[in-house]
């Protein structure tokens, strides 16, 4: 039996979130070591696991993969979430990469004080609804199918759901304006593998709080 996906980072969402939403939607189970002290970094640093001396690190079919992008798309096309052909896999790309800078923005406001991060929070939200939310909007109105890409279900789509349901935790009437959106996300929340992960007790991570950025700061010495 194939080992399982074995995953190297913090106990929080961070980068490595959306790798998490698309083996668990891929219904691939997997492992995580969390990192929790300064020596296990260094471990993984001296071992030459870090490429570039970052996490994520997801060990799957024998490598050491880094480079958040990279391990998504190699594990979007191990697990056929990665359209039909070239056309299609362009477009995965193109709406992933645009979800991942939305989510990002989340992300980097890590380290902020509360007071920053309401008013990033609210930029955020704006940016969704104003740039990222309209789009998508549009694709779905225009393609007509329950999927983004082709008719079937693909890392876009998973990772438009994560998105979606991140901005709702900043406001949750961030899809008033948009109803297909709306029935997209309940469509795609459906799906056994998502509907499972959205459970409690699975592994899907909390919103970012303040232990979580100590822990990093910790780890990375920041
Ligand atoms: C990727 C890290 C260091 N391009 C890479 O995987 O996409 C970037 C990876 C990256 O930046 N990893 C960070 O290893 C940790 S993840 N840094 C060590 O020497 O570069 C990042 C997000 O929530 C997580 O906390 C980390 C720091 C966030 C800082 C926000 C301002």
């Not at 696991?49 to 958040?68: A, K």
Request: hydrophobic share 40%.
């Amino acid at each position: 039996m194939a080992s399982r996906p074995k995953l190297h980072y913090f106990r929080g969402r961070g980068r490595m979130e959306s790798i998490r939403w698309l083996l668990a939607a891929a219904g691939v189970e997997f492992e995580e070591e969390f990192l929790e002290t300064r020596e296990q970094y260094e471990k993984l640093l001296k071992d030459g696991r870090l490429l570039f001396g970052q996490v994520p690190l997801v060990e799957v079919d024998g490598m050491m993969l880094t480079q958040t992008r990279a391990i998504l798309s190699y594990l979007a096309a191990k697990y056929n979430l990665y359209g039909k052909d070239e056309k299609e896999r362009v477009r995965i790309n193109m709406y992933a990469d645009a979800t991942l800078d939305l989510m990002m923005m989340v992300v980097g406001t890590l380290f902020k004080s509360p007071a920053e991060k309401e008013e990033d929070f609210a930029l955020i939200v704006t940016r969704a609804k104003t740039r990222y939310f309209p789009v998508f909007e549009k694709i779905l109105k225009d393609h007509g199918e329950d999927f983004l890409v082709g008719n079937t279900f693909s890392w876009a789509d998973v990772q438009l759901l994560e998105a979606i349901l991140m901005m709702e935790e900043l406001n949750t009437s961030v899809l008033s304006d948009f109803p297909l959106l709306k029935a997209f996300k309940k469509r795609i929340s459906n799906i056994p593998t998502i509907k499972k992960f959205l459970q409690p007790g699975s592994q899907r991570q909390p919103p970012p709080d303040s232990h979580y950025a100590e822990v990093v700061r910790h780890v990375l010495q920041l």
